[in-house]
Structures are given as C-alpha cells and as structure tokens.
C-alpha cells in the first residue's frame, strides 16, 4: 500500500541554524500539506501546496518558513533560522482530490528538536 | 516512541468492551469530518469519515455519530481490542483544505 515518507526520522539542531524537513507524498497525489504537533498538543496546520504554490498558510508559518517541490517527488520545509518554540513533531500530509470531502495520508512525522 | 498528548484526556476501558469517543468542533461551517489514531512515535493514521448531510457512519468495529445541531461528533468502537490504545482526534475541515483537529483523547484499553 503506497504510504507518505519522511525524513529524517529525527533532526536535533542548533538554534539559529536552518533546517530542511524531507517528505515523498503518495505518487498521484496533487495537494500536498504541512502539520506539526508539539509535545502535548494537538496536530496545527501549517501550510498546504497545489500545483506548485501554497494554496493557504497559518499564522504560524510565517516568513522563516518555506515550502518547496523540487523535483515531482519531493516536498520539503525549510525553516530558515530555528527557534526554540519550533520544536515539534512535523507531519507531511498528501491527497488525490480537492482537499474537502477527501482524506489526508499522512506521513510518520519528523521530530525535531532546537537546542 | 514518545507519547504525545501527556495531558489529554484519557479514557480507560476493559478489552472487549465498547468505547465512546466524544468530540466537540466549533465551525459550524465544517462539512467534512474524520477520525484519526495516533499511536505513540507515529502519524496520524485515518480510522473513519463522515460528511455532513449524514449523522451516522459505520466501518469495520467503529461508528461515527454526527450531531449538527449541538457540533458534536463522537467514534463509536466496539468489542475494544489491546491494539486499539492509541491517541484518538477529530480533525474537520471547512470552506478550505486544511484539517482542524481536536485535543485528542487517550484510549487506554485494559486487560
């Protein structure tokens, strides 16, 4: 069964430092999606991506934050200069149809950890 | 792994009794809703999905009840199995694609 991967499993960085989160949506899906989960709260969303641009994005994804789709398969975030606050489970997320009305795969998630 | 949600709620049940899920959203405009299982160390993993012209939804063991009226959801799982311990979230969307999930509930299921 074809599933979402991510990697690393786990990044442990400095703060200030940028970071590059790697996710391989299911091959023919067109939306793709960003969440992230603090320790002891619920999943937030991020950013979702259709047809090469963001389609929408949260207060939190603000400007050291990026997305790209490099090569067709890949889907990545950028964080540009780490803080301690984003420290999280990250969670990639894809699917097939129009958002609504359709279920989100989502990957095993990156945890990433800012010193 | 490392569990999450060390401060959700948490229901605790014998194995092979039936377990209530309850799930409270706020948008009345949400149309779509799903339940997802997260097990410790992993994503959330898709259970079940109700759109909101229906009020109820059965799958293989689980249920889903919509109420509109009071904006209020809830996962039915019969005959509670050991692998079913898990963190459990509604999550919705509305006018956009984006999902909005809930505090999640701890299932703890007993032997």
Redesign the interface.
């Known amino acids: 069964e074809p599933e979402v991967t991510q990697t690393p499993s786990h990044q442990v960085t400095q703060m200030g430092q940028e970071v590059i989160l790697r996710c391989v949506p299911i091959s023919n899906h067109l939306y793709f999606y960003w969440y992230r989960q603090i320790l002891g709260q619920k999943v937030e969303f991020l950013v979702s991506f259709y047809n090469n641009e963001i389609s929408e994005k949260s207060e939190i994804f603000d400007d050291q934050f990026s997305v790209e789709r490099p090569d067709g398969s890949n889907f990545t975030l950028k964080i540009r200069s780490t803080k301690l606050e984003d420290s999280a489970m990250y969670f990639c997320a894809s699917n097939r149809l129009a958002g609504r009305n359709n279920e989100q795969f989502f990957g095993p998630g990156t945890r990433l950890t800012v010193l | 792994g490392?569990s999450?949600?060390?401060?959700?709620p948490t229901l605790s049940v014998q194995e092979g009794d039936n377990s209530i899920i309850n799930c409270a959203y706020s948008n009345s405009a949400s149309?779509?809703f799903?339940w997802?299982k997260q097990e410790s160390?992993?994503?959330?993993?898709?259970i079940i999905?109700i759109?909101s012209n229906m009020d109820k939804r059965q799958g293989q063991r689980v249920t889903v009840l919509l109420n509109k009226t009071v904006k209020h959801l809830s996962l039915q799982i019969a005959a509670t199995q050991p692998g079913d311990s898990a963190v459990y979230?509604c999550?919705e969307?509305g006018t956009?694609?984006?999902?909005?999930?809930?505090?999640?509930t701890r299932l703890q299921v007993t032997l």
């Open positions: 490392e999450v949600g060390l401060h959700l149309d779509y799903i997802y160390g992993k994503g959330p993993q898709f999905d759109r979230f999550a969307t956009a694609s984006k999902l909005t999930f809930g505090t999640g």
